[in-house]
Nanobody, 115 residues
Framework: QVQLVESGGGLVQPGGSLRLSCAASGIIVRIFAMGWYRQAPGKQRELVATITSGGPTNYADSVKGRFTISRDNAKNTVFLQMNSLKPEDTAVYYC?????????WGQGTQVTVSS
């Protein structure tokens, strides 16, 4: 059974940082394209960042230079380091694992940026 378990969300002030983790079981993250998505209230889910099995990363324009996606193969975990957070980053953040004929999602973790 595949499980993606996100953690690390919470309440942070503007300009602050958070590090999200996505611990995977039932799959090997290094052979999947792993991604972070987010969904704010009343909005569609959107791509935040991805890391392919080969290592290249991709970011939404809104988070470039502030967020960093990384992968620890030994821990089978994907991370999202978020710096210089803004109120508009407030959303539920979801971890995704994708490869042909396979697509898995975590349950999400809430990130709230507010003073």
């Amino acid at each position: 059974q595949v499980q993606l378990v996100e953690s690390g969300g919470g309440l942070v002030q503007p300009g602050g940082s958070l590090r999200l983790s996505c611990a995977a079981s039932g799959i090997i993250v290094r052979i999947f394209a792993m991604g972070w998505y987010r969904q704010a209230p009343g909005k569609q889910r959107e791509l935040v960042a991805t890391i392919t099995s080969g290592g290249p990363t991709n970011y939404a324009d809104s988070v470039k230079g502030r967020f960093t996606i990384s992968r620890d193969n030994a821990k089978n975990t994907v991370f999202l380091q978020m710096n210089s957070l803004k109120p508009e980053d407030t959303a539920v953040y979801y971890c995704n694992a994708h490869r042909p004929l396979a697509d898995y999602w975590g349950q999400g973790t809430q990130v709230t940026v507010s003073s």
